[in-house]
């Protein structure tokens, strides 16, 4: 389902002749040639950075974690080890949730 997600925005990009995200500006041009739209890059990013399973060496977990604990907001992002089809979809409605967090 996960890659019938992003192959229907590659395709959408290649109808409509946009490219959308980082993709469109010129300095990120080295990018434009990864097989994921920005949209999934984008919330696979926020997911690792961010999420249960994050790389402690890069990503910023326990941060994340006390900023949402001193605001009383409950983390949404997941992480699914069986079943990872769904880890997009998830994380795609806690990217939109903590946008202005």
């Known amino acids: 389902m996960a890659r019938a997600t992003e192959e229907g925005i590659k395709e959408m ?4 002749s946009i490219q959308l995200g980082r993709n469109k500006d010129k300095r990120f041009s080295a ?3 990864s097989m994921e739209p920005a949209a999934c890059r984008l919330i696979r ?3 690792e950075c961010l999420g249960p399973r994050c790389d402690k060496k890069s990503g910023a977990k326990q941060e ?9 907001i409950v983390p949404k992002f997941v ?11 998830g994380n795609a409605s806690a ?3 903590h946008e202005k967090h």
């Open 13 to 16: 990009e290649g109808e409509l």
């Open 31 to 33: 990018f434009s040639s």
């Open 45 to 47: 990013l926020a997911a």
């Open 64 to 72: 994340w974690l006390r900023y949402c604990e001193l605001r009383n």
């Open 79 to 89: 992480s699914h080890r069986a079943i990872r089809f769904n880890d997009l979809f």
């Open 95 to 97: 990217t939109i949730a």
